[in-house]
């Protein structure tokens, strides 16, 4: 079972109180965007087995979206955070970084 | 407007088991929603709820008013059912046109209380929040579900809770409380 606390609101939500949204930090392809740049938008996703960012909403509470770093290994959960970056603050990268010395998703790392 | 009388969904419906079930009276309910840090807002609030504000994710009661925090931009209001339009004007003229809305919410709501020694055990059968004396300690508004639908719940002691539901799903919130307070499903673990 996961537990997130929620950013806004403090809550420590039990999974089935919130709605997953998919990966985190997905820049999204405008038009004018060349087609294998929206086509990576669409349809390319990460997977990995370990460091992963994640959206979720607390729906069944504050109804906010908010940002997960956790591991899809462990389940530890490094921290969550705002919606209103595009990328995960310092110090829980360098939370990530004690647990998982070298890691790296997407540009971070 | 008609003269047809309001009723509670479930005219006041009752059970007794390990807890005692009760769906409360008609309350008067206000959705404020807004920057809850801005003085008219505050104001609305207070001068309707009678209540100084709440911390966040908590709850001030005193009688039948109440504030409750129930997001980072909103506010639930409590006060006497027949007085929710005469308060929703005094809001408005207290928001003076601040980016901010206030509104009746409490046809759209039922409410019921729970009390007995088990409150916490009957309530954790039904929310996977944490229902232990820190994790929801009297004046905290716990916003989260019963089962399959959405509800806030908080307690004003150590043997009486309050919920909150839509009305649409009153029936089944007392059928859930009301089985999980069924005579001999005692858990004792809180
Ligand atoms: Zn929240």
Known sequence: ?109 | MSEIASVTALNGARYDGIVEVAEMPLQGMITLRGKLGAAPVKNAAIGIGGVDMPDDGMISVQGDRAIAWMSPDELLIFCAYDEVGVALTAMERTLDGSFAMAVDVSDARAMFRLEGAAVRDVLAKLTPADMSVQGCPPGRMRRTRLAQVAAAIWLTGETTAHIVCFRSVAPYVFGLLSTAAQPGSDVGYY
Not at chain 1, 27 to 33: C, L, M, V
Not at chain 1, 37 to 57: D, S, T
């Open chain 1, 1 to 109: 079972m996961l537990i997130l606390t929620c950013p806004y609101c403090g809550v420590a939500a039990d999974e089935t109180e919130l709605t997953p949204g998919g990966e985190a930090h997905l820049t999204r392809e405008a038009p004018g965007s060349d087609d294998a740049a929206f086509e990576a938008y669409l349809f390319q996703r990460e997977n990995p087995k370990g460091v992963h960012f994640e959206r979720w909403r607390h729906s069944y509470g504050c109804g906010k979206w908010f940002h997960a770093a956790r591991c899809t290994q462990t389940l530890q959960v490094y921290g969550t955070y705002p919606a209103q970056t595009s990328a995960p603050p310092q110090a829980i990268c360098d939370k990530i970084s004690g647990a998982r010395p070298g890691w790296s998703w997407r540009l971070f790392g």
